[in-house]
């Protein structure tokens, strides 16, 4: 009996702390909605996305159906190419998400692995808001 008690505690304990984090952390991964504002994760969606040398993780505001902000989210990602490829984002912005699902924006040159990573990622991203 003490055995199970101790197991039954410590995954009441891992609970408690996964409870925690969801908290204090962003909900990675997750579509968050509020009014006609949805504000999109793409860390879990796009965990196998890879730029130059990792993931590229992004934050996409989506309002009154455009894309109003999208915010560069934490990589180990080579920072010469990052820096160069996060200008790949700025295509998108003021689009309709359905332009934006369409469009085939050119990667920058230079920093085509990294641009076609974001690029995927906001796409992926938009992709989210149909399912």
């Known amino acids: 009996m003490k055995k199970t008690s101790k197991i039954l505690i410590a995954v009441l304990g891992l609970i408690a702390v996964a409870a925690v984090a969801l908290t204090v952390f962003p909900a990675w991964g997750q579509t968050k909605k509020t009014g006609d504002k949805v504000v999109i994760n793409t860390t879990e969606m796009c965990k196998d996305v ?4 990792a993931t590229t993780p992004l934050e996409i505001t989506v309002e009154g159906g455009k894309i109003t902000d999208i915010k560069v989210l934490p990589s180990d990602e080579t920072p010469s190419f990052y820096e160069m490829a996060v200008k790949v984002l700025d295509a998108f912005k003021g689009m309709t998400v359905q332009q934006a699902l369409e469009a085939e924006v050119d ?13 995927t990622n906001v796409q992926t991203g938009l992709k989210s808001l149909q399912k």
Do not use: C, E, N
């Open 50 to 53: 890879i730029g130059h040398h």
């Open 107 to 119: 990667a920058v040159s230079g920093a085509t692995l990294s641009s076609d990573a974001l690029i």
